[in-house]
Nanobody, 112 residues
Framework: QVQLVESGGGLVQTGGSLRLSCAAS????????MDWFRQAPGREREFVAS????????NYAASVKGRFTISSDNAKNMVYLQMNSLKPEDTAVYYC?????WGQGTQVTVSS
């Protein structure tokens, strides 16, 4: 069983930055890819970014590439999402995921 806890969401103005954190615990997650997804009101959950265990492979959705950066600290079992140049369309609940385990999400709201 894997537990994921996100934090770091909040309200920010257009052009601002936030850093999301995901704390992982439990068994069996250490060798798997870690993902960030997001879900805006009335929309389906969508992929944002992923990182492999070593950090050598990172993938991003086209909508966030160049603005968001995913990183990890394996010693602390943490995954981060640095979000810069935020736009109102980035407003969503952001989720951390690995395998078929999801966190509870953290709300990000970008005001125009």
């Amino acid at each position: 069983q894997v537990q994921l806890v996100e934090s770091g969401g909040g309200l920010v103005q257009t052009g601002g930055s936030l850093r999301l954190s995901c704390a992982a615990s439990g068994r069996g997650f250490s060798s798997y890819v870690m993902d960030w997804f997001r879900q805006a009101p009335g929309r389906e959950r969508e992929f944002v970014a992923s990182i492999n265990r070593s950090g050598s492979i990172r993938n991003y959705a086209a909508s966030v590439k160049g603005r968001f950066t995913i990183s990890s600290d394996n010693a602390k079992n943490m995954v981060y999402l640095q979000m810069n140049s935020l736009k109102p369309e980035d407003t969503a609940v952001y989720y951390c995921k690995t395998q078929n385990f999801w966190g509870q999400g953290t709300q990000v709201t970008v005001s125009s």
